[in-house]
């Protein structure tokens, strides 16, 4: 009999910290559709800008892989065009009304990214498809922040403002 009362006295315990965790749950679920969307798309929009100022500035990055595979100029110059079009995309990355041509910026850069894999394997992969060398880890980073940028651009009508 005690037993019963035991488990009955359980189940309930357990219920009530199953109401306190989904309540705790609902709010930080609360939070995240609040500011996550707003969060994500400026943090990205400050990595655009930083590393996109890195080019002009002269530090060495895997763009100048990236400059290789476009042929309207000097990969010097390719280099820090590229750079300033990091720092396009990531300011129109921060504010929300300029979301659309962050992502039209972003996708006449992409074809580039690919590029460099198709036309430079040698220098993106060790081995084939499984170790990219630095160069082609960088690479593939641009491509998950272009994947993470397309989330951005489907979900900004739903961003809280």
């Known amino acids: 009999m005690w037993l019963e009362t035991l488990g009955v006295a359980m189940e309930e315990q357990n219920w009530s910290i199953r109401a306190r965790l989904e309540r705790v749950d609902d709010r930080v679920v609360g939070l995240l559709e609040r500011y996550g969307h707003r969060l994500h798309r400026r943090s990205l929009g400050l990595l655009f800008v930083w590393l996109g100022l890195l080019k002009p500035m002269g530090h060495e990055t895997a763009t100048s892989l990236l400059a290789h595979t476009i042929y309207w100029g000097s990969p010097e110059t390719m280099v820090v065009v590229l750079g300033w079009w990091e720092v396009a995309i990531g300011l129109a990355m921060l504010y929300k009304p300029t979301v659309r041509v962050a992502l039209f910026l ?9 590029l460099a894999f198709v036309l430079l394997p040698e220098v993106t992969f060790i081995e084939f498809p499984l170790v990219p060398t630095p160069e082609g880890q960088y690479l593939l980073k641009d491509l998950v922040l272009f994947f993470a940028a397309m989330a951005i651009g489907g979900a900004i009508r739903h961003e809280h403002s």
Not at 106 to 114: F, K
Request: hydrophobic content about 55%.
């Open 106 to 114: 972003l996708l006449v850069r992409i074809p580039g990214t690919i």
